[in-house]
């Protein structure tokens, strides 16, 4: 193509042709989405990043132009200059956007050539996610992860600006930092300079952000990335990204009304209209009543507590159960009374992996309470927990009778596969909700300790404060989540900024003076010196992206994902190194079986 087209020219988005355009010459550089012969006509449907176009060669016209991209193929990168001109009405292809037009070429170059493709890009044959994700650069061509990574860009824009407009200051964290604590496993980075020392890579800038505000900037943020080696579950990844925040002199209520005032702004780019303000939880409450501290309020399902009905029931199982400080608690599920005994097993199954006996069922059919175990329970006892349960006709309630912290997780479980198998979760609906008053602590059965919920640096609630040696299972945190539609959206805290305080809650978490200093001693002295009252928050910008996207895992809105075993497809990383870089780390590999 001469270069004085090209000058004369600007190059066009092929998506962006329309009505508007018939007459004028135009100059794409697309790739070939797809190729049609029709025996003397041939036509090469163009895609850029702006969307698709058609275009059209007439060979007895145009010979020589022909025989340049006779050869083309599929997702060949090529240059036309042509004419918009308008399609003939029954050609008109309602489809894509630009179906009324077509560009007749008249000259045209092939940019680059493509090999055979291990998949097509039109969406229509099930590729497997391993090869999508080995070949990521062509999957990433496909529109929806295009649509999915503009998307994500938008948000990431409106995130920065609303947060500039609030006058916060985006600042940037190391990397290569110390270890701080958010519960999960460091990733490592051996250092070279100093021999048997390791950087860790920050499972978030918790610490840093809580020392800029000792530093005085007074309201931070970042689009930061953060680092967990977890075993991953499906919508987990180990390298991901926070919107993280932090504010001097903020209430809880500041902080409700800031990412309140974001979601306004972000979630329209999903088409959802988040309510000003969401409803507010308490985590007993949530817990109780919908066995998650993360509840899913789109349905209701909401879980009743039989324990003081039932225990003086004559049913041992009951009756044991809360003499030892258990529950018995269930929730009905309209419609399901013919729920057959296949499914009763595969419930039953469910709360076994809690750790629970099983369900039990009491149905109401044809105005008739029948419960699984028969005559375990009298004629009121059964109306009684019916009541309770809110068991209309034709409904079917499951019951569990277990130690709280197996019932609570064991019913949650249910709750969402019941209302999933009786499709109780309305399309386009959407909840959101505040989870408030967290316990600060969370007690760990094998490690027979203390273990913070949120994280150390979580201001226990003053009103709890007398009892946080005493009873630390009893005292609750300033910390709240925020949750859509059952998923954490992420959490945050009111934190410590008296160095005492802080060195308390390290004494009740098994961390005493000594091992502060040695981990946290920077953090502690940096409290010393004039530290504001502080709290913030942090946002899963992933999870966030997914669901503006609509899409269903993580991997659909982050360019380059890894799988669930934390390897990245493409570059196949992790990969062993060279011994050399080993040995001027000091770093010996213990092969696996003589560990
Ligand atoms: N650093 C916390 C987290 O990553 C969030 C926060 O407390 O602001 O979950």
């Not at 020392?211 to 007074?218: K, N, Q, R, T």
């Not at 809880?252 to 800031?258: F, G, K, M, S, T």
């Not at 018995?328 to 399901?336: I, K």
């Not at 009892?467 to 709240?480: I, K, M, T």
Request: hydrophobic fraction near 40%; charge should be negative; aromatic fraction near 8%.
């Amino acid at each position: 193509m001469s270069e004085e087209t090209q000058e004369v020219l600007p190059r066009r988005g092929a998506g962006t042709l329309g009505r508007g355009d018939v007459g004028r010459r135009v100059r794409l550089q697309a790739w070939v989405q797809r190729r049609r012969d029709h025996g003397g006509v041939l036509f090469l449907s163009l895609r850029d990043r702006s969307g698709i176009a058609q275009v059209v060669i007439h060979p007895d016209d145009l010979p020589d132009v022909a025989r340049v991209l006779e050869p083309v193929r599929a997702e060949w990168v090529v240059e036309i200059v042509g004419e918009v001109v308008l399609r003939a009405p029954e050609n008109v292809n309602r489809e894509i956007a630009t179906g009324e037009i077509e560009v007749s070429v008249e000259r045209a170059a092939v940019l680059s050539r493509s090999e055979p493709l291990p998949f097509m890009l039109d969406g229509k044959a099930e590729i497997s996610e391993e090869t999508r994700l080995r070949y990521r650069y062509l999957d990433l061509r496909r529109p929806e992860l295009q649509k999915n990574l503009l998307l994500r860009d938008r948000l990431t824009h409106e995130v920065r600006n609303y947060f500039h407009e609030q006058e916060f200051v985006d600042v940037e964290t190391p990397i290569l930092t110390r270890s701080t604590p958010e519960g999960a496993r460091d990733y490592l980075v051996p250092s070279r300079v100093r021999r048997g020392s390791f950087y860790a890579l920050p499972q978030s800038p918790q610490l840093f952000k809580q020392i800029l505000m000792v530093a005085g900037f007074e309201k931070y943020i970042q689009i930061a990335r953060c680092f967990r080696d977890e075993d991953l579950r499906a919508d987990r990844q180990p390298e991901f990204t926070q919107v993280d925040l932090e504010m001097s002199f903020p209430t809880e209520e500041d902080v409700y009304a800031l990412i309140e005032g974001l979601f306004a702004r972000v979630f329209p780019l999903g088409g959802i209209e988040p309510p000003v303000p969401f409803p507010r939880m308490r985590y007993a409450d949530a817990v109780a009543r919908y066995g998650t501290d993360r509840p899913d309020l789109r349905f209701g399902l909401e879980i009743a507590d039989l324990s003081e009905r039932l225990e003086g029931s004559g049913f041992r199982a009951f009756q044991e159960t809360v003499a030892s400080g258990g529950v018995v608690r269930g929730f009905a599920v309209p419609g399901a009374a013919e729920a057959s005994r296949k499914q009763v097993d595969g419930w039953s199954e469910i709360a076994r992996r809690s750790g629970a006996a099983g369900v039990l069922t009491l149905r109401r059919k044809d105005g008739e309470l029948t419960f699984q175990v028969k005559n375990a329970l009298t004629p009121a006892e059964l109306e009684g927990a019916a009541e309770d349960l809110g068991l209309e006709e034709g409904g079917l309630a499951l019951i569990v009778a277990a130690k709280e912290s197996v019932a609570a997780p064991a019913l949650g479980t249910l709750r969402l596969e019941l209302a999933r198998a009786y499709g109780l979760i309305p399309e386009g609906k959407h909840a959101f909700l505040w989870v408030t008053e967290f316990p600060i602590f969370e007690w760990d059965e094998q490690e027979k300790r203390w273990f913070a919920m949120h994280h150390p640096f979580t201001s226990p609630d003053p009103r709890d404060l007398d009892r946080l040696e005493s009873d630390p299972g009893s005292v609750r945190a300033r910390a709240y989540d925020v949750v859509l539609d059952g998923l954490e959206m992420g959490g945050g805290s009111i934190r410590m900024h008296d160095p005492e305080l802080q060195s308390r809650v390290f004494q009740v978490l098994g961390i005493g003076p000594e091992e502060a200093k040695a981990r946290f001693g920077f953090f502690l002295d940096a409290l010393r010196y004039g530290a504001p009252p502080h709290g913030g928050i942090a946002l899963g910008l992933d999870r966030l992206a997914m669901v503006l996207a609509g899409a269903s895992s993580l991997r659909e809105v982050i360019a380059f994902p890894k799988t669930a075993s934390a390897t990245d497809l493409m570059t196949d990383a992790p990969s062993e190194v060279d011994p050399k870089q080993l040995r001027e780390l000091g770093v010996q590999v213990v092969p696996e079986e003589s560990k």
